[in-house]
Every structure is written in structure tokens, then in C-alpha cells.
């Protein structure tokens, strides 16, 4: 989990015509050291506490069967590294458990609390499904099938139906399976790699990145890694697999850690995902082969290697000016999205029905979209629908109050019970993110939220006759809709007119299960399937087209006539279909295609590019055809595919454009973009001459990339040996000689601190200085002679990393002394900028060294926040690791590891990038401690630290 900000919202919307005026009213719950503490909902709907611990502890995720029993996976042993097994949170040694929770009575609550299974093969597991008498239950290396036999709610046989996913007690790592509406399996896993699964028809999967850490079991990741289907997969995953275990394919890639993805019955993959500021949280509509671009493509650099001048923390840190990265969807802010699902269901009223709704644990609240159909995507409208808080709101004067518990609401899972009521599960605690858990008593909730006034109730599924099958088939609770659809499928082509007669529902999500459903139902089904791709209903032509593809039925003609769809979602489809289809093939879609694009749509865009991928210099010429000018009279159109595309043979035609003052600035970025991501020497030599540009934009653009470049892409293509050929300076030289002396044997102690205090005052020397210490190279009297000496260097990164190695003399500072202190925020303002602002961002003023803080009041509590300030190594952000690198000839930097391969670079505490190469490297140390001082060597005492606090806390 991780954590983000609140936006108020006014809940006045018009909703399928319906206009709904939503205030937030008040439900009273239980809280263990509150009970004032408050659940706030729509005044439509109701919230009620229906089951706490300790008839469950910790809950992580959920899902609930056909007769409404919530089904729960524990994390009492998570974090189980960090404590001893007899301090643990749970009186649970062997393994975390799955619990099943009943409201056997009806009245709304459970009383009915029983272990489905306690195993040592569960340590924090992340996600569950219910599909008839099998358990899937998704724990990092495995994903487990628990299989009760014979009904008893006991396993009685148990399969590790997949292994080998990176991630053991992680947050990043194998998420929640799901039905999809085709029948097949969809689950998710985070960057916590590496990920080598191999399904049971032989199929491996290879993918990583760059991000190790948060756990000591998580250190041999890495990217570029290729899979059996000779691709590069990166980052976080979207996965689809048969239920018997075959026909593993990545859907999606490049998250960070998508705690879950769900699916609409119409096809659609939902997701969202956190990040590594405070920022940049996002909610996404998730297209088929979508990179999702938290890393650079190939899994090797970070986000901020990656930020380019002028881009903002959001496109910078999802790669949204990269082309072949999926567009970013609502960006949510601060926070720490968890549990995702998409209501089909009419129980909680019309208004509700196709809401998608996300848990965001960080901000204490749950959002709910309704998607709109934009081109060939969706614009995503946020609202704030479920809260501990009785409004969305920026500031929060409450947080000044230490005992206030209206924070640890932490939803980490929302699911859809056959009832057609939401379950919330809540994760108490005063901390997200950062692998960490402060509850020590492992509380944990479940609401049930239902509209005002009406009870819900479950009902009885009869799976013996086929009318009982179509209405388990039309149940709002997902896994429980497989149910209805695996048995109908068994009986094949004599129910097709029983499952047509769904064709006319009134609710939508229904018409679009039972075109999944005939698809699968012999020939009949296929036949009545294939003549609703004529429907005048755009939904139905797209779903109709989905299932065909899903049984290998969209052959070339279907393609074809597909490609010319008066819909850009269908189009969109037939794009992504072509991805794996010879050019010849796939010539006469794909021309279509690039007919109906009218260069704005980055949902079409995207799917374009897709068909085209393997064959870019085939489609190019397409676009060359069907928009014919020169460079600098290009239309949108031409421009975008060009720069989608980047073919190598469109160099010279990229460096035109960029080079031509008759095209506007922001054209002939795009345009030095396309040619930096094209990987051939012509290409950097292209953008070479660009840098003596007359246009300054051009030539400044061009500088940026060439330097970039060099260090990654294009490091083998030229010999770009120019300052590192430069000879040694004088000044160089002498700090190593004194280096000498302080390292001597021979050398009296004098004669080390004098040399060592020498060095001290220069920017080189007091980096060698902490490199010898950090190696116990470096005499103790001779650090104590320098200690004071360092934090004076004139060099920013040396001052910060003296910090974690000579310390200042001076007394150790209490957090719970100095949050009893009263906070002067001006004067914490003045603090921030004298001490914070040169590494950290808050507002408009600071810089982008270390995480952006503006949001932090979203994230932490004053407590929280204190702490992380006085212990600033006790939890380190992603991506935010310390490494020290010497080099063969005697260099050592220090800072953030951006990216590792053939270069390696690391940003230092002053924001300088170093680039290094990898073959030049001796030694390479990941540090145990944060980059940032701690406040005793800034000389802070606990009245700054309370007015620090109280200045960011207020913002």
C-alpha cells in the first residue's frame, strides 16, 4: 500500500438522466480506541459495521460466495522479517489463514467466524477468489487452488496451481484472481520481481525491472529479461490464464504495483496503481497490451532517469510523452490505491449502476467513477463516495489531534456480495506505505453498504435447471457469475435460446454476458454471436467481435470489415487484434485504420501503433501514402503516427521537421522525441547536428538527449568519449594524494587529520572522505577531526551524506516531546526552505531531489510524520535507496540508482545525474541509511521540528 490526497468534490452529477444530489451523512462504528469514529456515505445509502475482529485480523483482500459468506484472506504475519516470530502481531505460527464470515441470521451483521485454512504457505497473501469448490488464493511465490471436495469448508486437496512469482511479503507482488465474462482467469502481480512462471503447457514467462527492495527476499530483480513469446515484459503485470492452467498471456505491463485489476462484462480492464511520490496516483482504463509506463520500456531505468525539462511529476513518472505508452487515465493524487471492482448490479439503485469503484487506503476514502466513452477510450470523473471523513477535503484540521482515529480507516478491498450490496474491508492503521504496520493489535473491519431504508437479502441459486444457471449468470457478484456460466457452457448449443432471451434485458451488463456465453455454446452460439456484429448497438458489436477473437473466430475478413466500425472503441479493438498477424495479412485493416484517425485520439493512436508492432517500416510507408506532404506541412495525423511509430527510415524526415521553423514548438519536440527513440546511429548522428540548431529550442532539446542518450540507447552506436577523455585536474590530482596520506600506514595521526582537513574543504576530497569511512578506511580520530568540517563542504551532496556518517554531536530528538509542542506553521516555513527545499518540493517552491512533499499532510499523521523526519532511514520511499559506486581508477559517487545496465546512473543529493559504465565499476554497496540528514546534523531541535511539521500539515 501506499498513500495520496483528497479533492473535494460536491456530489451534484447527472447520472444516466437521473439527477442525484449526494450529501454525506453520518453511520456510527466501532473503533477500538475511538468510538466516535464515523463511517460517511451518499444520504442515499446506508453503512453498517458487519463484522470486526477478532472475528477476522488484518484482512488484505476478499470475495464472497453464491450463499453471501465473505471470504477472507489474513496478513497477521506480514512484515514477518521485521519481527520476531513470539512479538508477532497474531497468536499465528503457522501460516496466515483464510477466514469465512457468515450472517447466518440475516440481520445485516456476522456472527459465524471460521478458519477455511491455515498454511505455511501463506505469508501475507494478497488476494482471494471463490469459484464454486475451489479456493484460489494469490501468495507471492504461488498462486494455490484450495479445493474442498466435499463441503465441509475444509480443503481437502491443495495444487500450487502457478510458482515462481518474485515478491515473498511484499506489497508489490501477486495480487487477486478473477472470472472474466469469456470464462478464463485474469490476475495481476506488482514489480516485486523477478517473475519465472512457467504454465502447464510449457509457456514461460520471464519479466522483471530494475526496483529491488522493501524486503530482504526482493534484491535480484531486474529488466530486459525476454519471455517464450520473444517479448520484453516490465514492471507490474496483467495476466490471463485457462482454468486448467494453460494459455498464460500478459494483458499489460509496466505498472508499479496495480493492486488489483477487474474486468466490466463488456471485456474492459480496469486497474489503478500507486506511486513513488505523493502525487501521481493514478485510475485507469487498461487496454489490451497496454504498457502502462512506470519504467523505460525495457525495465532498465527508473521514471526519474527518464524526466525530461519541462515535464511534469505526472507525465514524467507514467512516461506519458513516450510513444507506446498507454494514456495515464485520472490522476487520483495522493494516496495508496488497493481494491478495485465495477458494479453491474441494480439492487443499489440505476444511479449506481455501472460505478466503478477503487479503494484508495492512503486517503481513507473510496472513489467511484462512472466511465464515459471518449473516442476510442474513456474520460474517468472522480467522486468521493465512501469516507471516515465527513467531506473530500484538502486540509484537514483533525490531523492535529493525535488521538483522532478517523485516519486508520485504510479500505483495502471493496467487493460486490450476490445481494448486490458493497462490502468494504478496512486495514486499521495510522501508517500506508512504506512496509510498514503500526496497529499492534491486528483490528480489522468489514461494512456493508446498502441503500437507505431497503434490506438486501442473498438468493437461492438452483444450478440444477437452466433458469437457476441464467440467474447465478446475471448475479452482481463476479465469481459468482462464473458459476452460471460454466454450467450453461457444459450444456451447450440446448441452451442458446434460453441465453438469447438475455439479448433483450434491461440491464446492459446482462445482453453483454450472454454474447460471451454463446460464443462458447457450439455453432449455434457462434452464428447468432457473428450476426451481432451488424447490431445498430456500438457495445454489442464490440463485445460480439471480443468473444469471436476469443475462440480464434475473428479470421481476416472479420478484421476487415471490422476496421471500417463507425465506433472508435471497435476500431480500437481490431488494432490490438492485428498485433501478432503478419503485414500481408494485416495490410488492409490497418490502412483502414489509419484512414479514420484524426490525430487526437491517443486510445486509437496507441491501438495503431499496437498493429503495427514487428512491422513499423511496412506501416509507415501506409502513412506516408494516405497523408502525403513534406516534413514541415505534416498534418496532425502524419505527425502523430510518425512519432508513434518512429520507423527507422522516417530519420531524415524527423530531423526536418524538428529542424524547420515553419512547424510550432511543441511539433518540433514531438518530432526530436520520435528521433530519440529511434535506435539506429543515423539517428543519433542526426540528432547530433541538431544541437547546433539556430532554432534554440531545437539545439537546447537536442543537447538534452544527445547527453541522455548516450548513457542508455545509443550508448554502443558512437563513440561519445568527450568530457571523460579530458585529462585529470591539478586539483583532481592533489585530493588524491592526500587520500594517500590519510590512508598511509606510515603517516603519524597529525599528519592524517591534516591531510583529511584538507580535503574536507574541497567537493572531491569530502567525497573521497565519505567513501573511506563508509569502508572503515577512515580512523576514528581522524572522522571525529573532520565531523563539523564536512557539513561546511561546498559540495550540497556532501553535506547530505556526512550526515550518515559523521554525525553531530548533540542530543537525541524525542517525536512525542515534539509533537505535544505547540506549531508555529510560519516559522516551519522558514524551516523548510532553509533546510528542505534544496532536495524536496512542497507547493511551488523546492526542488525534485528527494519525494515531493506537497501532499504529505494526505500520507502521514503529525506522529507519523515526525518520526519520519527524526528516523529518516527507518522507512525509505521507493526508488529512494542510497548506493555508493567506486570506479576502477579510484572515483566514488554516491545517490539514487536511476538506471543499471551497460551505464549505469545515479542522481546525486545536489540533482546532478552521473553515468557510469558498468564494465568500470569495482564496487557498487546499496546503503543501509537515507540520503536525507537527519535533523540533529541540520541543527534542528524539537520546537523547529513541531514547526516543520505543523508548516507541511497545514498546507
Same mark, same amino acid.
Given at each position: 500500500?501506499?498513500?495520496?490526497?483528497?479533492?473535494?468534490?460536491?456530489?451534484?452529477?447527472?447520472?444516466?438522466?437521473?439527477?442525484?444530489?449526494?450529501?454525506?451523512?453520518?453511520?456510527?462504528?466501532?473503533?477500538?480506541?475511538?468510538?466516535?469514529?464515523?463511517?460517511?456515505?451518499?444520504?442515499?445509502?446506508?453503512?453498517?459495521?458487519?463484522?470486526?475482529?477478532?472475528?477476522?485480523?488484518?484482512?488484505?483482500?476478499?470475495?464472497?460466495?453464491?450463499?453471501?459468506?465473505?471470504?477472507?484472506?489474513?496478513?497477521?504475519?506480514?512484515?514477518?522479517?521485521?519481527?520476531?516470530?513470539?512479538?508477532?502481531?497474531?497468536?499465528?505460527?503457522?501460516?496466515?489463514?483464510?477466514?469465512?464470515?457468515?450472517?447466518?441470521?440475516?440481520?445485516?451483521?456476522?456472527?459465524?467466524?471460521?478458519?477455511?485454512?491455515?498454511?505455511?504457505?501463506?505469508?501475507?497473501?494478497?488476494?482471494?477468489?471463490?469459484?464454486?469448490?475451489?479456493?484460489?488464493?494469490?501468495?507471492?511465490?504461488?498462486?494455490?487452488?484450495?479445493?474442498?471436495?466435499?463441503?465441509?469448508?475444509?480443503?481437502?486437496?491443495?495444487?500450487?496451481?502457478?510458482?515462481?512469482?518474485?515478491?515473498?511479503?511484499?506489497?508489490?507482488?501477486?495480487?487477486?484472481?478473477?472470472?472474466?465474462?469469456?470464462?478464463?482467469?485474469?490476475?495481476?502481480?506488482?514489480?516485486?520481481?523477478?517473475?519465472?512462471?512457467?504454465?502447464?503447457?510449457?509457456?514461460?514467462?520471464?519479466?522483471?525491472?530494475?526496483?529491488?527492495?522493501?524486503?530482504?527476499?526482493?534484491?535480484?530483480?531486474?529488466?530486459?529479461?525476454?519471455?517464450?513469446?520473444?517479448?520484453?515484459?516490465?514492471?507490474?503485470?496483467?495476466?490471463?490464464?485457462?482454468?486448467?492452467?494453460?494459455?498464460?498471456?500478459?494483458?499489460?505491463?509496466?505498472?508499479?504495483?496495480?493492486?488489483?485489476?477487474?474486468?466490466?462484462?463488456?471485456?474492459?480492464?480496469?486497474?489503478?496503481?500507486?506511486?513513488?511520490?505523493?502525487?501521481?496516483?493514478?485510475?485507469?482504463?487498461?487496454?489490451?497490451?497496454?504498457?502502462?509506463?512506470?519504467?523505460?520500456?525495457?525495465?532498465?531505468?527508473?521514471?526519474?532517469?527518464?524526466?525530461?525539462?519541462?515535464?511534469?511529476?505526472?507525465?514524467?513518472?507514467?512516461?506519458?510523452?513516450?510513444?507506446?505508452?498507454?494514456?495515464?487515465?485520472?490522476?487520483?493524487?495522493?494516496?495508496?490505491?488497493?481494491?478495485?471492482?465495477?458494479?453491474?448490479?441494480?439492487?443499489?439503485?440505476?444511479?449506481?449502476?455501472?460505478?466503478?469503484?477503487?479503494?484508495?487506503?492512503?486517503?481513507?476514502?473510496?472513489?467511484?467513477?462512472?466511465?464515459?466513452?471518449?473516442?476510442?477510450?474513456?474520460?474517468?470523473?472522480?467522486?468521493?463516495?465512501?469516507?471516515?471523513?465527513?467531506?473530500?477535503?484538502?486540509?484537514?484540521?483533525?490531523?492535529?489531534?493525535?488521538?483522532?482515529?478517523?485516519?486508520?480507516?485504510?479500505?483495502?478491498?471493496?467487493?460486490?456480495?450476490?445481494?448486490?450490496?458493497?462490502?468494504?474491508?478496512?486495514?486499521?492503521?495510522?501508517?500506508?506505505?512504506?512496509?510498514?504496520?503500526?496497529?499492534?493489535?491486528?483490528?480489522?473491519?468489514?461494512?456493508?453498504?446498502?441503500?437507505?431504508?431497503?434490506?438486501?437479502?442473498?438468493?437461492?441459486?438452483?444450478?440444477?435447471?437452466?433458469?437457476?444457471?441464467?440467474?447465478?449468470?446475471?448475479?452482481?457478484?463476479?465469481?459468482?457469475?462464473?458459476?452460471?456460466?460454466?454450467?450453461?457452457?457444459?450444456?451447450?448449443?440446448?441452451?442458446?435460446?434460453?441465453?438469447?432471451?438475455?439479448?433483450?434485458?434491461?440491464?446492459?451488463?446482462?445482453?453483454?454476458?450472454?454474447?460471451?456465453?454463446?460464443?462458447?455454446?457450439?455453432?449455434?452460439?457462434?452464428?447468432?454471436?457473428?450476426?451481432?456484429?451488424?447490431?445498430?448497438? =456500438?457495445? @454489442? +458489436?464490440?463485445? !460480439?467481435?471480443? &468473444? $469471436?477473437?476469443? /475462440?480464434?473466430?475473428?479470421?481476416? %475478413?472479420?478484421?476487415?470489415?471490422?476496421?471500417?466500425?463507425?465506433?472508435?472503441?471497435?476500431?480500437?479493438?481490431?488494432?490490438?487484434?492485428?498485433?501478432?498477424?503478419?503485414?500481408?495479412?494485416?495490410?488492409?485493416?490497418?490502412?483502414?485504420?489509419?484512414?479514420?484517425?484524426?490525430?487526437?485520439?491517443?486510445?486509437?493512436?496507441?491501438?495503431?501503433?499496437?498493429?503495427?508492432?514487428?512491422?513499423?517500416?511496412?506501416?509507415?510507408?501506409?502513412?506516408?501514402?494516405?497523408?502525403?506532404?513534406?516534413?514541415?506541412?505534416?498534418?496532425?495525423?502524419?505527425?502523430?503516427?510518425?512519432?508513434?511509430?518512429?520507423?527507422?527510415?522516417?530519420?531524415?524526415?524527423?530531423?526536418?521537421?524538428?529542424?524547420?521553423?515553419?512547424?510550432? =514548438?511543441? @511539433? +518540433?519536440?514531438? !518530432?526530436?522525441? &520520435? $528521433?530519440?527513440? /529511434?535506435?539506429?546511429?543515423?539517428? %543519433?548522428?542526426?540528432?547530433?547536428?541538431?544541437?547546433?540548431?539556430?532554432?534554440?529550442?531545437?539545439?537546447?532539446?537536442?543537447?538534452?538527449?544527445?547527453?541522455?542518450?548516450?548513457?542508455?540507447?545509443?550508448?554502443?552506436?558512437?563513440?561519445?568519449?568527450?568530457?571523460?577523455?579530458?585529462?585529470?585536474?591539478?586539483?583532481?590530482?592533489?585530493?588524491?594524494?592526500?587520500?594517500?596520506?590519510?590512508?598511509?600506514?606510515?603517516?603519524?595521526?597529525?599528519?592524517?587529520?591534516?591531510?583529511?582537513?584538507?580535503?574536507?574543504?574541497?567537493?572531491?576530497?569530502?567525497?573521497?572522505?565519505?567513501?573511506?569511512?563508509?569502508?572503515?578506511?577512515?580512523?576514528?580520530?581522524?572522522?571525529?577531526?573532520?565531523?563539523?568540517?564536512?557539513?561546511?563542504?561546498?559540495?550540497?551532496?556532501?553535506?547530505?551524506?556526512?550526515?550518515?556518517?559523521?554525525?553531530?554531536?548533540?542530543?537525541?530528538?524525542?517525536?512525542?516531546?515534539?509533537?505535544?509542542?505547540?506549531?508555529?506553521?510560519?516559522?516551519?516555513?522558514?524551516?523548510?526552505?532553509?533546510?528542505?527545499?534544496?532536495?524536496?518540493?512542497?507547493?511551488?517552491?523546492?526542488?525534485?531531489?528527494?519525494?515531493?512533499?506537497?501532499?504529505?499532510?494526505?500520507?502521514?499523521?503529525?506522529?507519523?510524520?515526525?518520526?519520519?523526519?527524526?528516523?529518516?532511514?527507518?522507512?525509505?520511499?521507493?526508488?529512494?535507496?542510497?548506493?555508493?559506486?567506486?570506479?576502477?581508477?579510484?572515483?566514488?559517487?554516491?545517490?539514487?540508482?536511476?538506471?543499471?545496465?551497460?551505464?549505469?546512473?545515479?542522481?546525486?543529493?545536489?540533482?546532478?545525474?552521473?553515468?557510469?559504465?558498468?564494465?568500470?565499476?569495482?564496487?557498487?554497496?546499496?546503503?543501509?541509511?537515507?540520503?536525507?540528514?537527519?535533523?540533529?546534523?541540520?541543527?534542528?531541535?524539537?520546537?523547529?521540528?513541531?514547526?516543520?511539521?505543523?508548516?507541511?500539515?497545514?498546507?
Amino acid at each position: 500500500m501506499k498513500a495520496k490526497s483528497l479533492i473535494l468534490i460536491r456530489y451534484a452529477t447527472i447520472i444516466l438522466g437521473v439527477t442525484l444530489l449526494v450529501s454525506l451523512t453520518a453511520v456510527k462504528v466501532w473503533a477500538p480506541t475511538d468510538e466516535n469514529s464515523r463511517l460517511y456515505v451518499p444520504d442515499d445509502l446506508e453503512a453498517t459495521l458487519w463484522a470486526e475482529a477478532p472475528m477476522f485480523y488484518n484482512p488484505t483482500n476478499m470475495d464472497i460466495d453464491a450463499r453471501g459468506r465473505v471470504w477472507i484472506t489474513e496478513a497477521v504475519n506480514y512484515r514477518s522479517f521485521k519481527t520476531e516470530p513470539e512479538k508477532r502481531l497474531s497468536h499465528q505460527q503457522k501460516g496466515d489463514r483464510v477466514m469465512i464470515l457468515e450472517d447466518r441470521d440475516g440481520d445485516g451483521k456476522a456472527e459465524s467466524s471460521k478458519v477455511y485454512v491455515e498454511d505455511t504457505l501463506l505469508t501475507a497473501p494478497l488476494g482471494i477468489a471463490v469459484i464454486d469448490n475451489k479456493v484460489i488464493v494469490s501468495c507471492a511465490p504461488n498462486l494455490i487452488i484450495y479445493t474442498d471436495t466435499n463441503g465441509d469448508d475444509k480443503p481437502d486437496e491443495r495444487e500450487v496451481f502457478l510458482t515462481g512469482f518474485g515478491g515473498f511479503d511484499h506489497d508489490h507482488s501477486l495480487h487477486s484472481l478473477v472470472t472474466g465474462p469469456d470464462g478464463r482467469w485474469y490476475f495481476n502481480t506488482g514489480n516485486a520481481g523477478p517473475h519465472t512462471v512457467t504454465d502447464k503447457s510449457g509457456w514461460t514467462l520471464n519479466s522483471g525491472a530494475l526496483y529491488n527492495g522493501g524486503t530482504p527476499y526482493n534484491n535480484t530483480n531486474s529488466g530486459n529479461r525476454k519471455s517464450d513469446d520473444g517479448r520484453v515484459w516490465v514492471g507490474g503485470l496483467a495476466l490471463r490464464i485457462n482454468p486448467d492452467g494453460t494459455g498464460l498471456k500478459v494483458l499489460g505491463h509496466n505498472f508499479r504495483n496495480s493492486y488489483e485489476v477487474c474486468l466490466d462484462s463488456y471485456g474492459n480492464m480496469w486497474q489503478n496503481d500507486n506511486d513513488d511520490q505523493v502525487v501521481t496516483c493514478r485510475v485507469s482504463f487498461l487496454p489490451e497490451n497496454g504498457n502502462a509506463g512506470y519504467f523505460a520500456a525495457d525495465g532498465t531505468r527508473f521514471w526519474q532517469a527518464d524526466r525530461r525539462p519541462g515535464q511534469t511529476m505526472f507525465e514524467a513518472h507514467w512516461h506519458q510523452d513516450d510513444p507506446g505508452v498507454m494514456p495515464a487515465g485520472d490522476n487520483s493524487g495522493a494516496g495508496s490505491p488497493t481494491g478495485i471492482v465495477f458494479y453491474e448490479g441494480d439492487a443499489m439503485g440505476a444511479q449506481y449502476r455501472g460505478t466503478l469503484l477503487s479503494c484508495e487506503a492512503g486517503r481513507n476514502v473510496v472513489f467511484a467513477y462512472q466511465p464515459e466513452q471518449t473516442g476510442a477510450g474513456f474520460s474517468l470523473k472522480r467522486k468521493d463516495l465512501i469516507s471516515s471523513f465527513p467531506q473530500a477535503s484538502e486540509r484537514y484540521e483533525w490531523f492535529e489531534t493525535d488521538t483522532d482515529t478517523r485516519k486508520w480507516f485504510r479500505p483495502s478491498d471493496i467487493a460486490v456480495g450476490p445481494d448486490g450490496a458493497w462490502y468494504v474491508a478496512d486495514w486499521y492503521d495510522p501508517i500506508v506505505g512504506g512496509h510498514a504496520m503500526q496497529d499492534k493489535k491486528g483490528y480489522g473491519r468489514i461494512y456493508r453498504i446498502t441503500p437507505k431504508g431497503k434490506k438486501l437479502t442473498t438468493p437461492n441459486l438452483d444450478l440444477s435447471t437452466t433458469a437457476g444457471m441464467i440467474d447465478a449468470l446475471k448475479s452482481p457478484a463476479v465469481n459468482v457469475r462464473a458459476l452460471g456460466f460454466n454450467a450453461l457452457q457444459k450444456k451447450g448449443d440446448v441452451v442458446v435460446g434460453e441465453v438469447k432471451k438475455l439479448l433483450t434485458a434491461e440491464n446492459p451488463y446482462h445482453r453483454a454476458r450472454a454474447i460471451w456465453l454463446m460464443a462458447q455454446l457450439g455453432d449455434q452460439g457462434k452464428s447468432e454471436v457473428k450476426k451481432l456484429l451488424d447490431s445498430p448497438q =456500438a457495445d @454489442e +458489436r464490440l463485445v !460480439a467481435f471480443r &468473444a $469471436l477473437r476469443s /475462440i480464434g473466430e475473428a479470421n481476416q %475478413a472479420v478484421l476487415e470489415r471490422m476496421a471500417k466500425d463507425r465506433d472508435a472503441a471497435v476500431r480500437r479493438e481490431v488494432g490490438i487484434a492485428l498485433r501478432d498477424i503478419p503485414f500481408a495479412e494485416a495490410k488492409a485493416s490497418i490502412a483502414q485504420l489509419i484512414k479514420t484517425y484524426d490525430g487526437k485520439d491517443p486510445w486509437l493512436l496507441e491501438a495503431i501503433g499496437t498493429a503495427a508492432d514487428g512491422k513499423e517500416n511496412e506501416v509507415y510507408e501506409l502513412v506516408k501514402q494516405t497523408f502525403r506532404a513534406s516534413p514541415a506541412q505534416w498534418l496532425l495525423p502524419r505527425a502523430a503516427l510518425t512519432w508513434r511509430l518512429h520507423p527507422a527510415q522516417a530519420t531524415d524526415d524527423l530531423k526536418a521537421r524538428a529542424i524547420s521553423a515553419k512547424v510550432d =514548438a511543441a @511539433e +518540433r519536440r514531438k !518530432a526530436l522525441t &520520435a $528521433l530519440a527513440f /529511434i535506435n539506429t546511429k543515423k539517428a %543519433a548522428e542526426n540528432m547530433l547536428a541538431l544541437t547546433k540548431s539556430p532554432l534554440p529550442d531545437v539545439s537546447s532539446t537536442a543537447l538534452y538527449w544527445v547527453n541522455f542518450r548516450q548513457t542508455n540507447d545509443w550508448a554502443d552506436l558512437m563513440d561519445w568519449e568527450t568530457a571523460a577523455a579530458q585529462a585529470m585536474t591539478p586539483a583532481y590530482k592533489k585530493m588524491l594524494e592526500l587520500k594517500e596520506v590519510v590512508r598511509d600506514k606510515s603517516s603519524t595521526e597529525a599528519q592524517k587529520i591534516e591531510a583529511a582537513r584538507r580535503m574536507a574543504d574541497n567537493a572531491n576530497g569530502g567525497n573521497m572522505l565519505i567513501d573511506m569511512k563508509s569502508q572503515g578506511q577512515l580512523p576514528g580520530k581522524v572522522a571525529e577531526a573532520v565531523s563539523e568540517q564536512l557539513f561546511r563542504n561546498p559540495d550540497q551532496n556532501v553535506r547530505v551524506l556526512a550526515s550518515q556518517f559523521f554525525p553531530r554531536a548533540g542530543k537525541v530528538l524525542r517525536v512525542d516531546f515534539a509533537a505535544r509542542m505547540k506549531a508555529d506553521p510560519k516559522h516551519g516555513q522558514q524551516v523548510f526552505t532553509n533546510n528542505c527545499a534544496s532536495c524536496h518540493r512542497h507547493g511551488e517552491s523546492g526542488a525534485d531531489i528527494g519525494p515531493d512533499l506537497t501532499m504529505i499532510h494526505q500520507k502521514f499523521d503529525k506522529i507519523t510524520l515526525l518520526d519520519a523526519i527524526v528516523n529518516p532511514s527507518a522507512s525509505i520511499v521507493f526508488g529512494y535507496e542510497a548506493y555508493t559506486i567506486t570506479t576502477k581508477n579510484g572515483e566514488s559517487y554516491f545517490g539514487f540508482l536511476l538506471s543499471d545496465g551497460p551505464t549505469v546512473v545515479l542522481k546525486d543529493a545536489a540533482g546532478k545525474q552521473h553515468a557510469i559504465k558498468a564494465d568500470q565499476i569495482k564496487s557498487r554497496e546499496k546503503l543501509p541509511n537515507s540520503l536525507m540528514p537527519d535533523p540533529t546534523s541540520l541543527g534542528l531541535d524539537e520546537q523547529a521540528l513541531a514547526d516543520l511539521t505543523g508548516y507541511l500539515m497545514s498546507f
